[in-house]
């Protein structure tokens, strides 16, 4: 009794303990948000949610042992609105529901029919069946209870997706744990990895593409977590950037320093050439200069802006030609970053 007691004031002054902040509490507070996106979802959905935050709340008890975290973890209370003691009696009863459903089979009805009286007369001509020519009946599984449609290029492109939906895409993908590699509200290899991961996720094929019910599917699941994760200010200027700055005459003209990066398959070999170009405008969308690189070489320069896309050429005179530069204006800040005709990277900055 003695001992019980002793333990059970430590287990209270260990609890009472304050929480220094952590890794376990960011993991911690990842699984919450999900945790809370999953109220009102379908039952298939809010199981895969359960599932991630079951799998977060596993590593904090696996990775942080002695924390305080861990050990309510294991205690299967209520942390901050988390549930443990729940999550876990909705993950048993589903996986119950599953096992149940998975043994349940479609049998085919057999008609019933009435034995042949070798005495009687009048069995002849009725046909006899032999016992190995009797079909074979096949046991189906029920199908299951959501099928997800499979997402494809035609599919996503039906979306009509721009800039900014594709940024929510990304942060809704971020925030619950599927990280698209940047939110800049560009498709790329991170973005379709962090798609197929998620549709994975979901039990659904995992494309890289999505369609109208799963993108549907992604909005309510991750809507908790992106208005949370909206309040820092960094995340909201990511998710909705200013409009981009407008280009005109007044600030294409003038001094920019640039950069040209030549690797070892370029027509220059592995090289690097810095420089400053002066740029003024001569009417419309032409703008004529002059450049000096760090070689010492001088260039005349014509360039045509049409939009955020900048197209020059740098004349350099009969010996060494004429190099191509096409690049494009960043959106914030007046950045150019392109290539060349050497096969060069190009960047330059206003001076």
Same mark, same amino acid.
């Given at each position: 009794?003695?001992? &019980?007691? $002793?333990?059970?004031?430590?287990? #209270?002054?260990?609890?009472?303990?304050?929480?220094?902040?952590?890794?376990?509490?960011?993991?911690? @507070?990842?699984? !919450?948000?999900?945790?809370?996106?999953?109220?009102?979802?379908?039952?298939?959905?809010?199981?895969?949610?359960?599932?991630?935050?079951?799998?977060?709340?596993?590593?904090?008890?696996?990775?942080?042992?002695?924390?305080?975290?861990?050990?309510?973890?294991?205690?299967?209370?209520? $942390?901050?609105?988390?549930?443990?003691?729940?999550?876990?009696?909705?993950?048993?009863?589903?996986?119950?529901?599953?096992?149940?459903?998975? @043994?349940?089979?479609?049998?085919?009805?057999?008609?019933?029919?009435?034995?042949?009286?070798?005495?009687?007369? !009048?069995n002849? /001509?009725?046909?006899? $069946?032999?016992?190995?020519?009797?079909?074979?009946?096949?046991?189906?599984? @029920?199908?299951? *209870? *959501?099928?997800?449609?499979?997402?494809?290029?035609?599919t996503?492109?039906?979306?009509?997706?721009?800039?900014?939906?594709?940024?929510? *895409?990304?942060?809704?993908?971020?925030?619950?744990?599927?990280?698209?590699?940047?939110?800049d509200?560009? $498709?790329? &290899?991170?973005?379709?990895?962090?798609?197929?991961?998620?549709?994975?996720?979901?039990?659904? @094929?995992?494309?890289?593409?999505?369609?109208?019910?799963?993108?549907?599917?992604?909005?309510?699941?991750?809507? *908790?977590a992106?208005?949370?994760?909206?309040?820092?200010? #960094?995340?909201?200027?990511?998710y909705?950037?200013?409009?981009?700055? #407008?280009?005109?005459? &007044?600030?294409?003209?003038?001094?920019?320093?640039?950069?040209?990066?030549? /690797?070892?398959?370029?027509?220059?070999?592995?090289? &690097?050439?810095?420089?400053?170009?002066?740029?003024?405008h001569?009417?419309?969308?032409?703008?004529?200069?002059?450049?000096?690189?760090?070689?010492?070489?001088?260039?005349?320069?014509?360039?045509?802006?049409?939009?955020?896309?900048?197209?020059?050429?740098?004349?350099?005179?009969?010996?060494? /030609?004429?190099?191509?530069?096409?690049?494009?204006?960043?959106?914030?800040?007046?950045?150019?970053?392109?290539?060349?005709?050497?096969?060069?990277?190009?960047?330059?900055r206003?001076?």
């Amino acid at each position: 009794m003695i001992c &019980r007691f $002793i333990a059970t004031a430590s287990l #209270a002054v260990l609890m009472a303990k304050p929480v220094l902040a952590g890794p376990e509490e960011a993991l911690f @507070e990842t699984a !919450n948000i999900i945790y809370q996106s999953a109220e009102g979802l379908p039952p298939e959905m809010q199981k895969t949610t359960y599932e991630s935050v079951r799998s977060i709340l596993n590593q904090i008890v696996a990775d942080y042992p002695a924390s305080d975290l861990a050990l309510q973890i294991i205690l299967k209370e209520e $942390i901050e609105g988390l549930d443990v003691a729940n999550l876990n009696a909705v993950l048993q009863d589903a996986e119950e529901s599953e096992t149940a459903a998975t @043994e349940k089979m479609v049998v085919p009805a057999v008609p019933e029919t009435t034995p042949l009286d070798p005495g009687n007369s !009048n069995n002849e /001509g009725d046909e006899v $069946i032999e016992q190995d020519t009797l079909p074979t009946l096949t046991l189906e599984p @029920e199908e299951p *209870l *959501l099928s997800m449609p499979v997402g494809s290029e035609a599919t996503e492109r039906e979306l009509d997706l721009d800039r900014q939906a594709i940024r929510d *895409l990304q942060a809704r993908l971020l925030v619950i744990g599927h990280d698209p590699n940047g939110v800049d509200g560009a $498709i790329g &290899r991170g973005t379709r990895g962090a798609i197929r991961s998620w549709q994975s996720s979901m039990s659904a @094929e995992p494309t890289g593409y999505l369609n109208t019910s799963q993108l549907a599917a992604l909005k309510d699941q991750s809507q *908790l977590a992106l208005d949370e994760w909206l309040k820092d200010d #960094a995340n909201a200027r990511a998710y909705k950037p200013p409009p981009p700055i #407008a280009l005109g005459p &007044r600030n294409m003209s003038g001094n920019w320093r640039y950069t040209t990066n030549c /690797g070892a398959n370029s027509k220059l070999g592995r090289t &690097r050439i810095t420089g400053n170009m002066t740029m003024r405008h001569a009417g419309g969308l032409n703008y004529t200069g002059t450049l000096v690189n760090s070689q010492g070489l001088r260039a005349r320069l014509n360039a045509t802006l049409r939009g955020r896309n900048i197209s020059g050429v740098a004349n350099f005179g009969f010996l060494f /030609g004429t190099v191509r530069t096409e690049a494009r204006v960043d959106d914030q800040a007046l950045i150019l970053r392109g290539r060349d005709s050497n096969g060069c990277s190009f960047y330059a900055r206003k001076s």
